[in-house]
């Protein structure tokens, strides 16, 4: 690793991830949907470059990443490349160009896309990063 390659793990808490400004719930008090247990990450594993972050989402139901990389939308200005999981389509690995405020940026756009999602599942997954990635934008965002 040279002086400028970064690795670090950040440790999600249950109490971290059920907090409700994290964890997103659709509907109702009497008629609701959150994210499984299974489609929350335990903890992330990020690495920076001089030109790229990655993020590794771990998850306890230990699926394996899909054999593509593709690209999480359409937008050329920050390409944001995924692996999704294998048969549940959450998110497994995301990499992005370095840029100012990358992490937030990244956010964002999972938020934006999450609706356009073709399962429930995914949707909410993409809307439980957004919201990790928001809240720990500090400890993700490459020195």
Excluded: C
Aim: net charge negative; aromatic share 8%.
């Amino acid at each position: 690793m040279t002086k400028n390659q970064m690795t670090k793990n950040v440790f999600l808490p249950e109490d971290f991830l059920f907090s409700e400004d994290v964890l997103p719930v659709q509907g109702d008090p009497t008629s609701y949907t959150w994210v499984s247990p299974y489609d929350m990450p335990d903890w992330v594993k990020m690495s920076s470059s001089d030109k790229e972050l990655s993020l590794v989402f771990q998850y306890r139901d230990r699926e394996v990443a899909g054999p593509e990389e593709t690209a999480l939308d359409e937008s050329t200005e920050l390409p944001i490349h995924v692996t999704r999981g294998q048969y549940s389509g959450k998110l497994m690995t995301l990499r992005v160009p370095l840029a100012k405020d990358v992490v937030s940026m990244v956010a964002e756009r999972l938020k934006l896309v999450a609706p356009h999602q073709k399962r429930k599942n995914q949707e909410l997954n993409f809307l439980l990063l957004s919201n990790i990635l928001r809240k720990k934008q500090d400890e993700f965002q490459p020195v």
